[in-house]
């Protein structure tokens, strides 16, 4: 059985940083792309970062751009989402979910459960 | 960046009706488009994914259709426990991935 299960959220002032983890269990993690998604409080979802199977290759939204950083170890399968001077828009429910294929152009067919990031002061 | 519009907003059906939710990419994305299920506190569920192929698991009340920039997800007969926000997803032309705004399903 696939499961995939977030950690690492919590409280955090404004231009603080927070890493958050990821776990995967249930098929051969290097085989796939892992996406990180956020919804923000009665918000939609809203794509942040993947990364691709063998990690050679990361993708942001420009609203994240140059302040979060994905990356993945393989012999652990385990991805993470390293998050910098971090803004009260960035406050949200941050999902894990993972990719069909190595490369990141698929759909999400297995998610975790979410972790909340709360910036505020 | 493709936009989705997804319409309605919100949709209120009587148990055992058919609901009609839409899906509209602002260029066309092929049938590289995905259907989630989300209930309140809840992750997202994929539900349909290449725009018709059901996940495993989806029941098969569930049907996708469409392609280009035109899409459409029905519930044939609407129970109780689909009462969710559903969301579509294009993941033809990315990055970024984008998704619709969520049409909000309930029971009349």
């Known amino acids: 059985e696939v499961q995939v299960l977030e950690s690492g959220g919590g409280l955090v002032q404004p231009g603080g940083s927070l890493r958050l983890s990821c776990g995967a269990s249930?098929?051969?993690?290097?085989?796939?792309?892992m996406t990180w998604v956020r919804q923000a409080p009665g918000k939609g979802l809203e794509w942040v970062s993947t990364v691709t199977g063998g990690g050679g290759t990361t993708y942001y939204a420009d609203s994240v751009k140059g302040r979060f950083t994905i990356s993945r170890d393989n012999s652990k399968n385990t991805v993470s989402l390293q998050m910098s001077n971090l803004r009260a828009d960035d406050t949200a429910v941050y999902y894990c979910?993972?990719?069909?294929?190595?490369?990141?152009?698929?759909?999400?067919?297995?998610w975790g459960q979410g972790t909340l990031v709360t910036v505020s002061s | 960046e493709v936009v989705m519009t997804q319409s309605p907003v919100a949709l209120s059906v009587s148990p055992g009706e058919r609901a009609t939710l839409s899906c509209r990419a602002s260029e066309t994305v092929s049938t590289n488009l995905a259907w989630y299920q989300q209930k309140p506190g809840q992750a997202p569920i994929l539900l349909i994914y290449s725009a018709s192929t059901r996940a495993s698991g989806t029941p098969a009340r569930f049907s996708g259709s469409g392609s280009g920039t035109e899409f459409t997800l029905t519930i044939s007969s609407l129970q109780s426990d689909d009462c969710a926000i559903y969301y579509c997803?294009?993941?033809?032309?990315?990055?970024?991935?984008?998704f619709g705004q969520g049409t909000k399903v309930e029971i009349k």
């Open positions: 979910a993972k990719g069909t294929r190595g490369f990141g152009d698929t759909h999400l067919d297995s």
């Open positions: 249930g098929f051969i993690f290097s085989n796939f792309a």
């Open positions: 997803q294009q993941y033809d032309k990315w990055p970024p991935f984008t």
